[in-house]
């Protein structure tokens, strides 16, 4: 089961609004039929995380959550299940 914190290759996804890096924790997992567990859910933050409550970019960006991250997540979740990484943190 993949958990800890995870840096998301640039190649991979960048923040829709800054286009910063990013990090995913996940937080929710299913099991698969092979026995094994996927990603299906957690939390992800743009490295300038911070400057979120006074940058209109990502204000903008955080009120239409469903045009601007799920995709964004998709992607990740679709690496993180296939390429399986080793976390950065625990």
Same mark, same amino acid.
């Given at each position: 089961?993949? $958990?800890?914190?995870? %840096? &998301? @290759?640039? %190649?991979?996804? =960048?923040?829709?609004?800054? +286009? +910063? %890096?990013?990090?995913?924790q996940?937080?929710s997992?299913?099991?698969? $039929?092979? *026995? +094994?567990?996927?990603?299906? *859910? *957690?939390?992800?933050?743009?490295?300038?995380?911070?400057?979120?409550?006074?940058? !209109?970019?990502?204000?903008?960006? #955080?009120?239409? @959550?469903? &045009?601007?991250?799920? @995709? &964004? !997540? /998709?992607?990740?979740?679709?690496?993180? #299940? =296939? !390429? /399986?990484?080793?976390?950065?943190?625990?």
């Amino acid at each position: 089961m993949l $958990e800890g914190i995870f %840096s &998301v @290759p640039r %190649s991979v996804e =960048t923040c829709p609004a800054c +286009g +910063g %890096s990013l990090t995913y924790q996940p937080d929710s997992w299913q099991q698969e $039929e092979d *026995g +094994g567990y996927a990603v299906i *859910g *957690g939390m992800i933050a743009c490295e300038y995380e911070d400057d979120w409550t006074t940058d !209109e970019a990502h204000l903008e960006v #955080n009120q239409m @959550p469903y &045009v601007y991250w799920l @995709p &964004v !997540e /998709r992607k990740v979740l679709a690496w993180l #299940n =296939t !390429e /399986r990484p080793e976390a950065d943190h625990a």
